[in-house]
């Protein structure tokens, strides 16, 4: 069984997270692709507008249409476990849920951020032997730094590693809670049920 899983914290979810996660469906082919809100992200600080349950519910509606044919599902694995979501922890907990064997590995979707930083999360070596690395620009410029990353990995852990095909799309959650803010988010960026939600919550400002 192929499954691939796609973390994040998810607060918001906007176009980048989304266009990511459609062209992964569309080039690797998972039977079956876990998006997943994390539930205290180790990386990050929090903020009241991280409720689990708020950025669940975002995630469900702004994934929503890649979920219609059951290829994607947004899980609640990491927030059913609670406490700080670590990477190796869930590949454990989906290795064991789906009954996977160690060629089986699991198809591991990152922005490039993410993607530069992977050797400074917990158990690396675990990550590595459990997934196969799945990375997608964030920005135009960053093709260099995850090349010589992606040699270090492989040349260090005996990594996995592919790029997705996706020309990338300068957002962010940071930038859109900014601009939700303000209220100024520009039309695309973020889907419109979600935006529904936000203001019918009054997250990040708006009401
Ligand atoms: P924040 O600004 O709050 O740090 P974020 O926009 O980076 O949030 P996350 O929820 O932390 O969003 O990201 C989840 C995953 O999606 C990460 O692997 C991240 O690298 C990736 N990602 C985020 N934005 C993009 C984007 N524009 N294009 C491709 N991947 C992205």
């Given at each position: 069984m192929k499954i691939g899983l796609y973390g994040g914290t998810f607060s918001p979810p906007h176009i980048g997270h989304y266009r990511a996660a459609a062209a992964f469906l569309e080039q690797f082919s998972p039977d079956l692709l876990l998006i997943m809100?994390?539930?205290?992200?180790?990386?990050?600080r929090t903020s009241p507008y991280d409720d689990p349950k708020h950025r669940f519910n975002m995630a469900s509606l702004a994934f929503e249409p890649l979920c219609r044919d059951g290829k994607a599902v947004v899980s609640t694995i990491e927030l059913d476990r609670g406490g700080v979501s670590y990477t190796a922890d869930?590949?454990?907990?989906?290795?064991?849920?789906?009954?996977?064997?160690?060629?089986?590995?699991?198809?591991?979707?990152?922005?490039?951020?993410m993607f530069l930083?992977?050797?400074?999360?917990?158990?690396?070596?675990?990550?590595f032997s459990l997934?196969?690395?799945v990375y997608a620009s964030r920005?135009?410029?960053?093709?260099?730094?995850?090349?010589?990353?992606?040699?270090?990995?492989?040349e260090k852990y005996g990594a996995v590693v592919d790029?997705?095909?996706l020309i990338p799309y300068e957002v962010s959650s940071t930038e859109l809670r900014a601009?939700?803010?303000?209220?100024?988010?520009?039309?695309?960026?973020?889907?419109?049920?979600v935006l529904e939600y936000i203001k019918r919550n009054g997250l990040y400002g708006l009401s």
């Open positions: 809100p994390t539930s205290v992200p180790p990386h990050k869930t590949l454990r907990e989906i290795y064991r849920i789906y009954g996977l064997e160690g060629q089986n590995r699991v198809y591991l979707l990152t922005g490039t951020d930083t992977l050797n400074l999360w917990r158990e690396p070596e675990t990550i997934s196969h690395i920005e135009e410029n960053d093709g260099e730094a995850c090349a010589e990353k992606r040699a270090f990995y492989t790029r997705l095909e601009a939700l803010a303000r209220g100024e988010a520009e039309d695309g960026v973020i889907s419109p049920p």
